[in-house]
């Protein structure tokens, strides 16, 4: 991550205020990409670039506004050769264990339930018709952490839903078990979510439950994990009701230092829409900047 420190009275020009600071930090990946249904392997790269700019007021009122640059790409398969170039905003403000921000954050059932392990790579090739938040955009929301306790409220001004969510980490003598827990419901139906998280180890695991009104969202993720030195070993299973999907995917990942890794994944998607099994696979290399 790089940081440049302003000091400068357009910065700080609000009462108060004590100190600012603008920090960068991204992520990168180039490689292959065969998506389900391709016949061939096309090379595909994506870059994320991410501003963070933050204050605080002599009080410990902290203030913060993120910019994020996603998905900056202009080569890959057919149907993505001029990338999405996403560009998004966050605002927000913290005072003791209480944070509220708005913008595109996650709601409350994505900020406290747990992802599968998986690898970002070039693309998210195999992942279509995963549940997510049920808001959609624009969300406010305000979490109160204390230790290994959090407590979200969300509402989405886009579609109007409202969230509530609770994860815990506990230390189990070497063992660390996270749960997390998610309700919403908006224009778009209601969604309840579990997910279970343990690590001991080498190994971890972790197994999430969705459902919701809404097409009938139900979705199973159970996922393993392995890591020996710089190799990580990995393997997941999604099932998607609304989408009629069962994807099996395997990974593993390299570590060469220096923020750098190797990557290759490889899986299969069975889906009514594509009418039989079909493969998807990608490797190459990321790192973090």
């Known amino acids: ?3 440049i420190l302003f000091a ?3 910065l700080v020009a609000t009462a108060g205020v004590a100190s600012a600071d603008v920090s960068f930090s991204g992520n990168a990946a180039f490689g292959a990409l ?8 096309e090379i595909a790269h994506r870059i994320d670039l991410y501003a963070r700019g933050t204050a605080e007021t002599d009080t410990g009122l902290s203030f913060h506004a993120i910019v994020e640059f996603e998905q900056l790409e202009n080569t890959g398969v057919a149907a993505d050769k001029t990338g999405d170039n996403d560009t998004t905003t966050i605002i927000g403000m913290s005072a003791g264990n209480v944070t509220v921000q708005y913008g595109n954050t996650d709601g ?4 406290n339930t747990s992802e599968a392990y998986r690898i970002r790579g070039v693309d998210f090739e195999g992942w279509g018709g995963r549940v997510d938040n049920k808001d959609d955009g624009e969300i406010l929301r305000m979490d109160y952490v204390m230790d290994a306790l959090r407590v979200s409220l969300s509402y989405a001004d886009t579609d109007e839903a409202a969230g509530i969510g609770f994860s815990y980490t506990a230390d189990l003598g070497g063992t660390s ?3 997390g827990l998610g ?3 908006g224009d778009q139906g209601d969604l309840a979510a579990i997910t279970l998280g343990a690590q001991f180890g080498a190994f971890g695991a972790r197994i999430g439950y969705w459902d919701g009104s809404e097409d009938n969202a139900e979705q199973v993720d159970i996922s393993v994990q392995y890591q020996a030195n710089d190799l990580t070993l990995w393997a997941e299973y999604l099932m998607n009701e609304t989408a009629d999907t069962d994807n099996y995917t395997v990974g593993a ?3 060469l230092g220096g923020g750098a890794t190797v990557f290759a994944q490889v899986g299969t998607r069975d889906t009514a829409a594509l009418g039989d099994e079909q493969e998807f696979a990608s490797f190459g290399v990321a790192f973090g900047f």
């Open 183 to 185: 309700y919403e419901d």
């Open 108 to 111: 409350a059932i994505d900020k």
């Open 253 to 255: 990942t390299y570590n």
């Open 177 to 179: 078990v996270n749960i």
């Open 1 to 3: 991550m790089k940081k």
């Open 8 to 10: 400068t009275t357009a």
């Open 34 to 41: 065969k998506v389900a249904g391709a016949d061939d392997f």
